[in-house]
């Protein structure tokens, strides 16, 4: 067998090892994903406020 | 809107609480008119309004439209008018827009919540939750479902509690307007509401005697 | 009495200035963290390559005490010394010691599978571990549980303190009672009990995931901040939509 | 049709926004089954013996704890008096609220019950059974539950008198559950019991939505 054959293969316990960084993987990746569209979102969401502040209050002086 | 001109109510008896609450009530709204309904608080108004909307039946007599009883065909008579009652149901969680959009969906595919919010001066705060609105702006969501859905009939009671002037005055606009356009309304209220027009029934002359236990 | 770092806008500076650290950090940490673990260690004489697991499972389960005694920490401030950004830490800590703490117990469960023959068992480390992660899920469904932030802040913080006591059971619980999972191994009064070539993947990862931490910490604290500015938009949307239909009825003459 | 939708994206939208009540559902469910083990003890085959009892009876209870919510919060803020009022028919009312409970609390314990097996050591032989019973179960839980919510409505004490009303309700719904599981780790048939779960599911289908209905109007009457 290829080198990368049995460095898969993992001394037959890949069912164990190979799941176990891709849990790792997979949760990490999800969780920084999930935090930076928690930041992105709520900074869309502020953005969008700020200049309709302004305008009503820039059309609250007038008024 | 369908040409039915015509909602009455004759001989109506409401028994609860082991009290007549009013007996031998009658009365009829028509298209454009409107019904005020007046009398000390506990004579029945709220009760009359509810079964007007079909959620009380009466303990006798009937009501009905030009066609027929209410009670006969429920979810017809539930086309043709808006209740607004006491309390605002409007969701902490949901936006005012989202809000009034859902009940508006309810009745016509293409609701005109942009228009309904702006007659009520809320279109401001359209994404707004609801959590942080005052009991004034609650007030006036529940009253811009009313607009956004046209229906013939509003029974509306006391809608300009917690309401400012200028609430005020875009209830009595709205509807001047609903009975321009042919439509009726019923009303429990101690404001005039621009419904000088319509005729006044006071609870107080419909009082049933109390009902001797012993 | 106002801390040098309670106005967001000084911390914000700070975070933008640590962020990329961070980062950086955990990429470069974790790939070499990750390239000594699977292929430049050997494996073990008994355990054959299941060993590697050990390069993940005990960083995470360190890092979900770590975050915890974190967490517990920023809500201590927050309920003591009333620290505004104590409140935001906390809140951004718990998901991702909740996280932590998952990984800790599923990369177990494969660890234990060819190990001790099962996924599960009730062993005195494992369930203390599971106890931790639902002190996580009651302080982060608690913090949530209310319509006004201040009052969900104050009343999971009260929880996380209460839930405190565990980490000291999960810490010792292989000391107290015979229990399956092997014993601590790394920090020993005797000083490390592993051979130096699996001792640096599992460091580098260790430090990889504390960076990682870091860089999440400051994305997620900086989400809170916005959602607090948020809040207070939208209180003075709604204060200024009553206030200029007030000033109308008011300038109208109109008594209301 | 389309009344359902609006009926059911809303509350779906209302319990996303509030992501932590579907989640403290599932919670009850998997805390309610890890205190098994240290009341009866750790032993391995004990826990196998009793695994899809445990799990059973715990997805009855947690299914039962959401269901006081599904109405009170509308009668509470006067949604339901006004949704009464709408031109939509309340069986179609009750069946969007079904649904919408269902997705919330019934899915994600169905998705957590395998993990549970595995705590309680439950031969992996059982779980498509185990997944496949609650698919059926848990359907018929929310619909069943929900007449009881509906009369409970502006009763003092509401939700210790919803469990008392619909736990005994539940009972076939269990005992046909928990015997498909067995039957399967049995080695022996699973059909008869998932056929019987199904039957029990058509008819809650039939029946509930009408009853439920019903029972909503006679709330709205006082």
Not at chain 3, 72 to 85: G, R, S, V
Not at chain 3, 116 to 144: E, K, P, Q
Not at chain 4, 43 to 51: F, G, K, S
Not at chain 4, 153 to 167: C, F, I, K, T
Request: aromatic share 10%.
């Amino acid at each position: 067998m290829s080198g990368m054959e049995t460095f898969l293969e993992m001394g037959g316990h890949a069912g164990y090892i190979w799941p176990a960084y891709g849990i790792v993987a997979l949760v990490l990746a999800g969780l920084w994903l999930a935090s930076r569209r928690f930041v992105r979102a709520s900074n869309a969401e502020l953005e969008d406020l700020n200049p309709r502040a302004r305008r009503k209050r820039g059309s609250g002086d007038e008024a | 809107m369908d040409r039915m001109n015509r909602f009455f109510g004759d001989n109506l008896t409401c028994f609860r609480g082991g009290r007549f609450v009013f007996a031998g009530l009658s009365f009829a709204v028509e298209e454009g008119g409107a019904l005020v309904l007046r009398g000390p608080n506990g004579s029945g108004k709220s009760s009359l309004l509810r079964m007007m909307a079909g959620l009380l039946p009466p303990s006798a007599g009937a009501l009905a439209w030009d066609d027929g009883r209410i009670d006969e065909e429920p979810e017809a008579h539930h086309e043709r008018f808006h209740y607004v009652g006491h309390a605002d149901a409007v969701k902490p969680v949901l936006t005012v827009a989202e809000n009034v959009e859902f009940w508006a969906r309810l009745r016509t595919p293409e609701p005109d919540t942009r228009a309904a919010l702006e007659a009520f001066g809320i279109d401001r705060l359209a994404d707004v939750p609801g959590r942080f609105l005052s009991a004034g702006q609650k007030r006036r969501v529940n009253l811009a479902r009313v607009l956004a859905a046209p229906v013939r009939l509003w029974l509306l009671d006391e809608p300009a509690t917690a309401l400012d002037a200028d609430a005020v005055r875009a209830v009595e606009a709205a509807i001047a307007a609903h009975r321009a356009r042919g439509g009726m309304v019923v009303a429990s209220t101690h404001q005039a509401l621009g419904l000088d027009g319509g005729d006044v029934l006071d609870l107080a002359d419909f009082q049933g005697e109390d009902l001797d236990i012993d | 009495m106002i801390h040098r770092f309670a106005n967001p806008t000084r911390f914000l500076r700070l975070a933008d200035r640590i962020q990329p650290w961070a980062a950086g950090l955990t990429v470069v940490l974790g790939g070499a963290g990750l390239y000594f673990a699977l292929f430049s260690s050997p494996a073990d004489y008994q355990q054959g390559e299941t060993v590697r697991i050990m390069y993940i499972h005990v960083p995470s389960a360190w890092m979900a005490l770590f975050c915890y005694t974190a967490l517990a920490a920023a809500c201590a401030t927050a309920l003591i010394w009333k620290h505004p950004l104590a409140d935001l830490a906390a809140r951004a800590t718990a998901p991702i010691g909740a996280c932590f703490t998952l990984l800790a117990l599923a990369t177990g469960s494969l660890w234990g599978k060819p190990m001790w023959g099962t996924w599960w068992v009730w062993d005195a480390r494992l369930t203390s571990v599971l106890i931790l992660f639902f002190l996580y899920l009651g302080y982060m469904a608690l913090n949530g549980a209310f319509d006004d932030p201040e009052r969900g802040q104050k009343a999971s913080a009260i929880l996380a303190l209460v839930g405190f006591i565990n980490v000291p059971i999960i810490k010792f619980s292989v000391d107290w009672w015979n229990t399956l999972h092997q014993p601590a191994s790394v920090i020993k009064m005797g000083g490390p009990a592993i051979h130096p070539s699996m001792l640096t993947p599992l460091l580098l990862m260790a430090f990889a995931f504390k960076a990682y931490f870091v860089w999440v910490l400051l994305m997620r604290m900086r989400g809170e901040i916005n959602a607090m500015k948020i809040r207070a938009v939208r209180l003075r949307q709604v204060h200024a939509a009553e206030a200029t239909s007030a000033d109308a009825g008011a300038a109208t003459g109109e008594a209301r | 049709m389309t009344n359902f939708v609006t009926i059911l994206r809303r509350d779906l939208r209302l319990s996303f926004r509030q992501g932590m009540d579907s989640l403290m559902v599932v919670m009850f469910f998997v805390i309610a089954v890890v205190l098994f083990p240290f009341g009866v003890g750790p032993e391995p085959n004990i826990l196998a013996r009793i695994a899809a009892g445990v799990i059973w009876v715990a997805a009855l209870l947690a299914s039962m704890l959401s269901l006081e919510r599904l109405f009170q919060t509308d009668y509470e803020d006067g949604s339901l008096e006004i949704l009464v009022l709408q031109p939509v028919s309340l069986e179609v009312v009750v069946a969007a609220k079904v649904t919408a409970h269902w997705l919330t609390t019934g899915l994600p314990l169905i998705a957590a019950a395998p993990l549970l097996a595995v705590l309680l050591n439950m031969d992996a032989g059982g779980f498509a059974i185990l997944i496949l019973a609650l698919a059926l179960g848990t359907p018929s839980l929310s619909l069943i539950g929900a007449i009881g919510a509906a009369l409970i409505l502006g009763a003092r004490r509401g939700g210790v008198l919803l469990s008392l009303m619909v736990l005994p309700l539940y009972i076939p719904v269990l005992i046909f559950g928990v015997s498909a599981v067995d039957a399967a780790l049995g080695g022996f048939a699973a059909r008869p019991h998932l056929l019987i779960l199904s039957g029990l599911l058509l008819a809650t289908v039939a029946l509930c939505p009408w009853v439920g209905a019903a029972a909503l109007r006679q709330a709205m009457r006082s």
